[in-house]
């Protein structure tokens, strides 16, 4: 099988296409580029030309690299011009009948030598290969729109895939610039899959009417540091592209609730609400800007405000909230229980705030919770009970904002925001792990990469402390009883020895 790769052939020259064989022809690399559609393939170059006249005019690329890069492409107009190729890699519509039909034709044409690649986001790898002379010359190199942005390359074997062959395409991707990780043929491979906690806890949250969906993307993008909240995420892709997806997904892990989506991304669907496409999905749209967006909770005014009482099992996160509120002006009462006047500011986690509060024993009345697991600088949930009184929620929300962090205050719900989709997030990468369908290093990289999330779920996990988020998931599925939530074993044995979640087993023999 080639192991260097000089010449490479591209079937299918869209977006994807086109994106891969600019990474290609900067790296050196001859590029023959074939569509079915008459004059797509010039087309594509043609794009790309333009493309590099503006890298050259943005100083991002020199003119000699662009008009070198610009060498190595030339457009064939029949498959069996891609006969000399070291790799032919597809693009085409995704369907796994015309995918496999598309391979059958390239075995007949190119030498035995020649790799074939898919950059399939959803399809098996190994059912593509499946009627292949050559099974184990067939591989998935799955890329992320925008391609020579997106810094990352799934490489996926099939069953029947030869290592080597993988090994030839993770070298290919460090000469692309970009950054290989190794996945097993899985449903997602690994971040189509990881990506599923965000999106489907979002849309829990909200079918639970936890918040406003501008709340809960507020809540995700300020105190958890995501770079969009997962309704916003949802209006960027569309509906049409992310609620069939989700659904994938679910069937093909065969109805695990961990997958689940929701009722309400499938209505949209349906309504044609998708998103900034068709100019509303959670929020409206006009030429791709955000009108009409609500505005955050507003911070209540408050003259006088009651003593507040602090239920915390952790003492130094309790020390921690006591000297935050007295700072803001707080009186903060010291005894074991609240006095009758006092507000209850409790931080459980993963119970919600009526669980809470007959834990420590509080009127739910005057009870909020507020949430520590993410560090209480730049922004504070508040949680109240079902019967939390208007004057404490306004003294919690007012003072908590005091210093100018914004606060938002949720209604009753296991975990929060940020805990249960943190846990979701972290739970997820933890089972992507236990199945090794990647290296726990391989994981963060590709989810840091392909998502954008501030840090690979695993080691976020180690910085928010696995046995705390232990604790949220097995609360939260006592609570709920739903199976969505039950802890990973792999979560739960590095919880339980006090080890990192990057830890791996040694190999067995
Ligand atoms: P596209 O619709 O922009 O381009 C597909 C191209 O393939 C078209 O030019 C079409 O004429 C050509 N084509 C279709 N069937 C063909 C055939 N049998 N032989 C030769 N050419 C054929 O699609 P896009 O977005 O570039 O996606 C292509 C593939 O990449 C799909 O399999 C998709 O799942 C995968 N992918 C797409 C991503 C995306 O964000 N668009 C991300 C990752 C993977």
């Not at 209480?376 to 005091?402: F, G, K, N, S």
Request: hydrophobic share 40%; net charge neutral; proline share 5%.
């Amino acid at each position: 099988m080639s192991s260097v790769i000089n010449r490479l052939g591209i079937v299918g020259t869209g977006v994807m296409g086109a994106g891969i064989a600019q990474l290609a022809a900067q790296a050196g690399i001859n590029v023959a580029l074939f569509d079915r559609r008459d004059g797509a393939a010039s087309a594509a170059v043609d794009g790309l030309r333009a493309t590099f006249n503006k890298l050259v005019t943005k100083d991002k690329v020199s003119k000699a690299s662009a008009e070198a890069a610009l060498s190595h492409l030339s457009v064939v107009d029949t498959l069996s011009a891609l006969s000399d190729c070291d790799m032919v890699i597809e693009a085409i519509v995704e369907d796994l009948g015309v995918k496999k039909a598309l391979f059958a034709d390239l075995e007949a044409i190119v030498s035995k030598q020649c790799i074939l690649a898919t950059n399939t986001s959803s399809l098996s790898v190994t059912a593509i290969a499946a009627n292949l002379n050559h099974p184990e010359r067939m591989a998935g190199f799955h890329f992320f729109n925008p391609v020579p942005l997106m810094k990352v390359i799934e490489v996926i074997g099939g069953i029947s895939t030869d290592e080597a062959v993988v090994d030839t395409l993770l070298t290919l991707a460090e000469r692309f610039g970009h950054t290989g990780v190794r996945a097993q043929d899985t449903p997602g491979f690994i971040v189509n899959h990881a990506g599923r906690a965000y999106s489907t806890e979002g849309l829990k949250i909200l079918e639970e009417r936890v918040a406003e969906p501008h709340d809960i993307d507020r809540i995700l993008r300020e105190e958890a540091g995501f770079r969009m909240g997962p309704l916003e995420l949802f209006d960027l892709t569309g509906l049409d592209v992310s609620h069939p997806a989700m659904e994938s997904i679910f069937t093909q892990f065969y109805h695990d609730p961990r997958y689940r989506p929701s009722y309400i991304s499938r209505q949209m669907l349906q309504g044609k609400r998708l998103g900034r496409k068709t100019n509303i999905g959670f929020y409206r749209y006009n030429n791709g800007q955000k009108i009409d967006a609500p505005a955050p909770q507003p911070v209540p005014t408050v003259s006088d405000l009651p003593p507040f009482w602090v239920g915390c099992a952790d003492s130094a996160l309790h020390a921690h909230v006591s000297s935050l509120l007295k700072s803001l002006g707080a009186s903060v009462e010291q005894g074991d229980s609240p006095s009758a006047q006092a507000l209850c500011l409790l931080l459980p986690f993963g119970d919600d705030a009526v669980s809470a509060s007959v834990h420590y024993g509080t009127d739910p009345e005057r009870t909020l919770c507020l949430d520590g697991l993410m560090g209480l600088q730049r922004h504070r949930t508040l949680m109240m009970t079902p019967v939390t009184r208007e004057d404490m929620r306004d003294a919690a929300h007012a003072l908590l904002a005091r210093d100018g962090a914004g606060v938002t205050v949720i209604r009753d719900s296991v975990g929060f925001v940020s805990q249960r989709v943190l846990a979701a997030v972290v739970n997820l990468a933890c089972d992507i792990a236990q199945r090794e369908i990647a290296s726990p290093t391989d994981i963060d990289k590709a989810v840091r990469l392909g998502l954008n999330y501030p840090q690979g779920p695993l080691e976020w996990g180690d910085a928010l402390g696995p046995k705390r988020l232990l604790c949220i998931l097995e609360r939260i599925y006592t609570l709920t009883g739903d199976p969505r939530y039950r802890p990973s074993p792999w979560l739960r044995r590095r919880a339980t020895l006090g080890v990192s979640l990057l830890h791996t087993s040694p190999r067995i023999g």
